[in-house]
């Protein structure tokens, strides 16, 4: 219950439908917090003080098994977000799980077939594809009306370090062993888990034990509208290729069957290079060019540029304007949200072929289909981790 999930908690508790009975956190202050947020919310709501208290879980495991819910909500840091979805698909859980959806290649893998075996709603929290400008993008280029696109430049940051910070006192009320879970055993340093109700998104996205850097952090989203634009949502790439300077933290490419490169840039956003043309798309922006001539600089043209270059039997996209509504309505049908599991997996596994990259220099063939490396290239073990006792991926 830290930022990014108290901000999902304000967006559920406005939805018509749906009732918060518990929240949880090893942290004692950010889960007293969250429920005294669902509390006054319901207490304001029914007029009066009688409404039913939202309990508190301090182990996921308790969350899991309690038969009065219906979905799980994840939003812990990246190396515990297989172990919770996993269990809670065991459990008949429909999960809406944050991004970047899985911490490694194997663990992805694991939590789509969860998925799939007990017949789970599963929504990434990808949630730039609920965003007009994103789909804006996405079905221009699906329908060339920036001509043949071969080249995609993603601006993100860049790939994680190990963690290497000082020890610090313990923290009053949080469970630093449950927080590590399958990490290897280190002291507590609260840039990793910040003392008390913190309003910031902490640091440890940066380290490989706990998360994948900026690569994975914003990757998981501009890498993912790559792939949507390009229609890669069940593929990935097939070759890898580092750049020559060791200690760059740009440059890797991702070569696509078809011949499609895509390009880790710094910086922020996406641009489509068309051979008419170009896009570059981000939160609240929308840029388009037609050959040297720019016909787009803001959002709000995103409309007019549909009508005047989709073709009348234009590809039309997954339509959703708002990404947790869409995980409920799918909850309901049963049919796949926007962003599925699947396509969870194949966005944050490119993103951890990135970072497999840059960790160790070296030209990576990949076999999307078998999710293997091949032509001799990579070593098995980069597409997992090791888990501390007593975790374990099953």
Sequence with gaps: MGTQNRGLLGGFLRHNGVRVLAVCDVDTDRRENAKGIADKFYAQSAGNDSAKSCAMHGDFRELVARQDLDGIVIATPDHWHALTAIAAARAGKD????????????????????????????????????????????????NECIGKVMRVDVAVGGPPVPCDLPAEPDQPGLDWSFWLGAAPMRPYNSVLSPRGVHKHFPEWRHYREYGGGGVCDWGAHHL?????????????????????DPNAQSG?????????????????????????GKIYVNRGKFELWLGDEQKAKEVGECK????DLLPANAVRLYNSYDHLGDWLRSMHTRKPPICDVEIGQRSATACNLINLAYF????????PATEQFSGGTGDPQWLTREYRAPWKLA
């Design 95 to 142: 999960i809406y799980c944050e991004k970047p959806m899985s911490h490694t290649i194997r663990e992805g893998r694991a939590m789509v077939n969860a998925v799939r075996k007990n017949n789970r709603v599963f929504q990434v929290g990808s949630m730039q594809r609920s965003s007009h400008e994103f789909r804006a993008a996405c079905e221009l280029v699906r």
């Design 224 to 244: 993912d509208i790559a792939h949507w634009a390009l229609g890669f949502d069940n593929t990935g790439p097939v070759e890898i290729v580092p750049p020559k």
């Design 252 to 276: 890797v490419r991702l070569l696509y069957a078809n011949g499609v490169e895509i390009t880790h840039r710094s910086g922020n956003g996406v641009t489509f290079y068309g051979d008419k």
């Design 304 to 307: 007019q540029m549909l009508q």
């Design 360 to 367: 160790h220099g070296k030209i990576l063939r990949w076999d």
